[in-house]
């Protein structure tokens, strides 16, 4: 048995009134977000004049300055939940913790900023309840949150009711997001799993994601399928976006384009996470070890090509799904290391290509012949990454399923296999 921490959302189909009460909890939180910025900001100028001043970094801190001053600058706070405003403030302390951190060389990742104004209609609307009367109702149709009330739920809450009903969950906390024009609650749950150590597999699978296909399996079955409504919401995706670049700035219209284009992508986002919970479950059920390829996360958005951003999107998702599903179900992620060249390499002989790029669906293997689909290929080399890793008797570092990387490893073996001096993607 293990307890992790897992998160449940469901769409939401509030009444008018209540659309306001969110949207209004929203607002608040923004205010106080906003309000603490400007402190902090004031205090830091403060601070160059007189070093004794006290800047309120932390959460705490800004509650107890909030409290203090919230009489004249928010003379209405009573209208919604006080956890409304200390969801804006612990938003604030966070975005300050790691501007700090990664200032001081102690965040991993991209370098973050100083936290920057929340403006309206600009920033996510969001709203976190970690006390008071969070629910989820007996007959799986209503939710209940602090000072909003019993909300209906677009979709059964059955998954999560089973669950709390069996007392293997406990919710510590409700988030109301709005995305497009729909509603939102995201339960952070923690959730008592059976875990199994091994699955009893021993088969090896490598993962491509691709573009044309949502993933293709080492193992020589037939492409994994986009699901088939993704499709038209692509070809909307680019429809729309053409529209907008046509809108004028600040005009209405650009606006409800804009809107418009919010819900059509996040259509397309759910229709492909959802394929991918079906993929992820099979593997971790099927296999003794997943092989995926490594994604640099932090460069990823950078890159505004659509089937790019598509397939950077599915790496990481797929990774994300398969960290946690093959610790429940007892098989092993491995996740290649960067340079490791799966997309160039000749899965047969080893040969490494100079150059690939994307329009090229077949590998064509110069030094022996090999003509595979791209995606194929690129799935071959992973799995046989892991089957070099067994072969050796390299221990995998985490059996119960955090993130195995082998490291330099992947590169050590394709200079040997391919006799390059450095690899290149
Ligand atoms: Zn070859």
Redesign the pocket.
């Known amino acids: 048995m293990a307890t992790v921490i897992q998160a449940y959302r469901f769409a939401l189909d509030p009444t008018a009134t209540q659309r306001r009460a969110l949207a209004s909890h929203c607002g608040a939180a923004r205010v106080a977000y906003n309000w603490g910025l400007a402190l902090v900001k004031t205090r830091l100028d403060q601070l160059q004049a007189d070093p004794s001043n006290r800047v309120p970094w932390t959460l705490p801190d800004l509650r107890r300055e909030w409290n203090r001053s919230k009489q004249q600058v928010a003379p209405w706070w009573a209208e919604n939940s006080k956890e409304a405003y200390n969801s804006g403030l612990d938003g604030l302390a966070r975005a300050l913790e790691n501007w700090r951190d990664s200032r001081r060389g102690s965040r991993k990742g991209r370098s973050v900023g100083f936290p920057r104004f929340k403006k309206k209609g600009h920033s996510r609307d969001a709203c976190r309840f970690t006390t008071g009367a969070i629910r989820v109702l007996l007959d799986r149709k209503h939710v209940q949150l602090p000072r909003i009330g019993v909300l209906k739920t677009h979709e059964s809450t059955r998954k999560l009711a089973r669950r709390l009903e069996q007392g293997t969950a406990r919710i510590l906390a409700a988030t109301i997001s709005r995305q497009a024009d729909r509603w939102y609650v995201s339960f952070t749950v923690e959730v008592d799993r059976a875990v199994s150590a091994s699955n009893g597999s021993t088969s090896v699978v490598g993962v491509d994601v691709g573009i044309r296909h949502l993933a293709v399996l080492s193992t020589g079955a037939p492409p994994i399928p986009n699901p088939r409504a993704l499709e038209g919401s692509l070809r909307a995706l680019r429809r729309v976006g053409r529209e907008l670049a046509r809108r004028e700035p600040g005009s209405r219209r650009r606006y409800r384009t804009r809107c418009r284009l919010a819900r059509i992508h996040g259509r397309a986002a759910n229709l492909r996470r959802d394929a991918m919970h079906k993929l992820t479950t099979s593997l971790a059920t099927e296999h003794g070890i997943v092989v995926v390829e490594h994604l640099n996360i932090a460069g990823m958005v950078r890159n505004r090509r659509l089937a790019r951003a598509l397939s950077d999107t599915g790496i990481a998702e797929l990774r994300r799904q398969l960290t946690y599903k093959t610790t429940w179900y007892g098989s092993r992620l491995v996740v290649a290391d960067r340079f490791y060249p799966s997309s160039k390499t000749?899965s047969?002989?080893g040969?490494v290509k100079a150059k690939l790029i994307l329009a090229e669906r077949t590998y064509t293997?110069e030094?022996?012949g090999?003509e595979v689909d791209r995606d194929l290929n690129a799935a071959r080399n992973l799995a046989k990454l892991a089957q070099h890793v067994a072969q050796s008797g390299w221990e995998t570092r985490n059996a119960r399923g955090a993130d195995i990387s082998p490291g330099t490893f992947g590169q050590a073996v394709m200079k040997r296999e391919a006799g390059i001096g450095s690899s290149s993607r």
Do not use: D, Q, S
């Open positions: 000749c047969v002989c040969w293997c030094a022996c090999l």
